[in-house]
């Protein structure tokens, strides 16, 4: 596998995150497109994974004031999922919130995939509630400097 994690820094790159967020929740998951795209969409930190020329993740970061994060709009084509790429972007994505500076990540996941980050280091916190008609547990993971 030959991905390349990369900060969203150009329009092109930001049209390609959308339209991967798209197939994956409103069209696979059925998640209204008004939910889907919202206001923090124009000052958020977008993610994208590429793998020879085609997107295959993306990830989202919203700044909650106070060095926290909440990570959202995590995404991987539903073709490639299993092979790592989620994790990989996903350590890519702390890693830079490190060093911009944050110390703590949040994150509401999806019921069926709180496995994978709490093998990033993520806790529940709280009991299950819904969004977009989906069960999702929030979860928080302390970010630290290795520097």
């Known amino acids: 596998m030959n991905l390349i994690c990369r900060l969203v820094a150009t329009d092109d790159d930001l049209a390609a995150c959308l339209s991967l967020r798209r197939r994956v929740f409103t069209e696979e998951q059925c998640v209204p497109e008004e939910i889907e795209r919202d206001c923090d969409d124009a000052s958020a930190l977008h993610f994208l994974a590429w793998e020879s020329n085609t997107p295959v993740a993306v990830a989202r970061v919203v700044n909650k004031g106070y060095r926290v994060a909440k990570i959202g709009r995590v995404a991987v084509l539903s073709a490639r999922r299993g092979e790592g790429i989620g994790g990989a972007l996903m350590e890519f994505v702390l890693t830079t919130l490190v060093e911009y500076g944050f110390t703590q990540a949040l994150l509401h996941s999806q019921e069926p995939v709180v496995g994978f980050y709490e093998k990033l280091g993520f806790v529940i916190e709280g009991e299950r ?19």
């Open 129 to 147: 509630f819904f969004e977009a008609e989906i069960p999702h547990f929030a979860m928080c993971r302390r970010l630290y400097s290795t520097g």
